[in-house]
């Protein structure tokens, strides 16, 4: 669930027990009305397998966590209209292939992903692009769940209750 800059809600919805199930992101009225729904692309393709987070951006950009299977997932990121704008597939030199638990976006438009299997936070610009990793702690499980930003603290929360508190700056 995430509140949009237009004070509307997006809501991810897939159902990860049917394999035939359309996972889809649905975006509300603050009265519960659907306003939107975002499934296919302009050619009838579907948009996404398991969306499982959502987040939108500072230029209305819909960053969507999209779980392919139980190794690896996607961030899938639409316009507004619904429209593909980017894949964001990780970096291939990691050890493992991206499954990204969590997504915020900064002022500048920025977005930084947790990556839950290899333990790192991804830091790319709007237009995709990796720009460098905020943390590469392989070791430590602990922070590899969650994030929130506020200004310039970022928040990472994981396993046991375990949280790490960060100093960000959106100059990349």
């Not at 394999?19 to 306003?35: H, I, P, Q």
């Not at 990121?77 to 976006?105: M, R, W």
């Not at 790192?120 to 922070?143: P, Q, V, Y």
């Not at 396993?159 to 960000?168: D, F, Q, T």
Request: hydrophobic content about 35%; overall charge negative.
């Amino acid at each position: 669930v995430c509140l949009t800059s237009e004070g509307d809600i997006l809501v991810t919805m897939a159902d990860p027990e049917d394999e035939n199930a359309t996972g889809l992101v649905k975006m509300f009225s603050m009265r519960g009305k659907v306003k939107r729904k975002y499934e296919y692309d302009s050619s009838g393709e579907r948009l996404f397998k398991l969306p499982f987070r959502v987040a939108q951006n500072k230029n209305s950009d819909i960053c969507v966590l999209d779980s392919l299977d139980t190794e690896h997932g996607v961030l899938h990121t639409i316009s507004s209209e619904g429209h593909t704008q980017f894949i964001y597939k990780g970096v291939k030199s990691l050890q493992h292939p991206l499954y990204a638990a969590d997504i915020v976006c900064d002022d500048i438009c920025n977005i930084i992903l947790m990556d839950a299997k290899n333990h790192h936070i991804h830091l790319l610009d709007s237009a995709g692009n990796f720009l460098k990793f905020l943390t590469r702690d392989e070791g430590d499980r602990r922070h590899s769940l969650s994030l929130a930003l506020s200004g310039d603290i970022l928040w990472a929360g994981g396993h046991n209750g375990y949280l790490s508190v960060y100093k960000y700056t959106n100059n990349s």
